[in-house]
């Protein structure tokens, strides 16, 4: 079956600071991979996909960035974080053929202070 | 572009009743819809999907019903009890390839 992983858990992190979030995916090839944000009561933001190794697309211009260095492995950065980029950050992932179907991690709760 | 619609008041019903939740969309008819549950501070967790030539769903206690005329969908929850309190969030793909729109979800809380 497949599992995805993803740490830190939680971070405080000061404004200014560099970020690296990591998502890791198991029991599957070739998934797409998904970053989403999701502020206090609201609901889930796109903010990069994948459909295969070094292929990134960003939906929203912005503070942040993501790389795919091997199949099963996707990145979130920043080299210096706002105060805005406090969130609740979800990796996920689906089949590269299909409904889309995205199964999430179990998410990050980043704060800047 | 594409914009969902759920209702952002809590939804509160008691326990044993039957949760419905509404999911409306503004623009062209998705080839999909899928159902999500959230708990808090958790990834959403996939429910059910239901095509836009399907009517309706089901899974064990969950209906779904897809009315492309109306632009809505409606989830229901049968026999609801205090475990099935949660957001639930309606997604739809957006027409091009892996993505999905998702809506800001709604609030169920069952009483006990």
New interface residues.
């Given amino acids: 079956s497949q599992t995805i992983h993803q740490w830190p858990a939680t971070l405080v992190q000061p404004v200014g600071s560099p970020l690296s979030l990591e998502c890791t995916v198991e029991g599957t090839s070739n998934p ?1 991979l998904y970053w989403y944000r999701q502020a206090a009561g ?3 933001q ?1 903010l990069f ?1 994948s ?1 295969g190794i070094g292929q990134i697309s960003s939906e929203v211009p912005q503070n942040l960035s993501a790389s795919r260095p091997q199949d099963r492995q996707f990145i979130l950065s920043s080299k210096k974080l706002l105060l805005s980029d406090s969130g ?1 950050y ?1 990796c ?1 992932w ?1 089949l590269a053929l299909g ?9 990050t ?1 980043l704060t800047v202070l | 572009s594409q914009k969902i619609e759920q209702n952002s008041e809590a939804l509160n019903i008691q326990e044993g009743k039957t949760a419905t939740l509404t999911c409306n969309y503004t623009n062209y008819s998705p080839a999909y819809l899928q159902w999500y549950r959230q708990d808090p501070g958790r990834g959403p967790v996939f429910l059910l999907l239901i095509r836009e030539n399907e009517k309706e769903k089901r899974k064990e206690r969950l209906k779904v019903t897809f009315d492309t005329t109306l632009k809505q969908s409606l989830f229901h929850i049968t026999a609801s009890q205090p475990a099935d309190s949660a957001t639930y969030l309606c997604a739809l793909d957006r027409g091009a390839t892996n993505k999905l729109i998702f809506g800001t979800g709604t609030l169920l809380a069952v009483q006990p």
């Fill in positions: 797409n609201r609901g889930l796109l996909y459909v609740f979800l996920a689906s409904t889309d179907t995205q199964y999430f991690g179990p998410g709760r």
